[in-house]
């Protein structure tokens, strides 16, 4: 797959949790409960999908890059099993705090994703560049 259509499914991705979370504003508590439910799933398979990839292109991928994402892996681990303690132990008076740690994490994983975004860019800009420079360099000019 080309790189501009790696850049071009992640902006679809983008565009779905976006609309996802619109409508989850007009869903009824248990509906919204069933979305959490799968959302969490689909993340966690795809940290753990990023996990698996991260081992299996340490060789082929920067150190930073395999650093990078391990600790990602980590934070999610960190973060599901810290929402999970909440929900364990939830009364009236910590539902509000609850809800905004959750807000504060949601905004923290956004603007993680904003920067993966733009670095994404700047990886894909860096390695189309390399390839043409190879390029020249095999045809000798």
Do not use: C, P
Not at 4 to 32: F, G, I, Y
Not at 88 to 108: F, G, I, N, Y
């Amino acid at each position: 797959m080309a790189l501009s259509d790696l850049l071009a499914a992640l902006a679809q991705r983008a565009k779905e949790a976006e609309d996802r979370a619109r409508a989850a504003a007009n869903e009824a508590k248990d509906t919204l409960r069933s979305e959490v439910e799968l959302a969490s799933k689909e993340a966690r398979q795809r940290a753990d999908d990023l996990a698996q990839r991260s081992e299996a292109a340490k060789t082929q991928a920067s150190n930073w890059w395999s650093q990078v994402q391990s600790d990602w892996a980590k934070h999610v681990a960190t973060v599901r099993d810290s929402l999970a303690a909440k929900k364990a132990k939830h009364d009236v008076k910590m539902s509000q705090l609850d809800a905004d740690l959750a807000q504060a994490d949601a905004e923290a994983a956004v603007d993680f994703a904003s920067a993966a975004v733009e670095e994404a860019e700047y990886t894909v800009l860096e390695a189309i560049l390399a390839q043409k420079e190879a390029d020249e360099v095999a045809a000798g000019k």
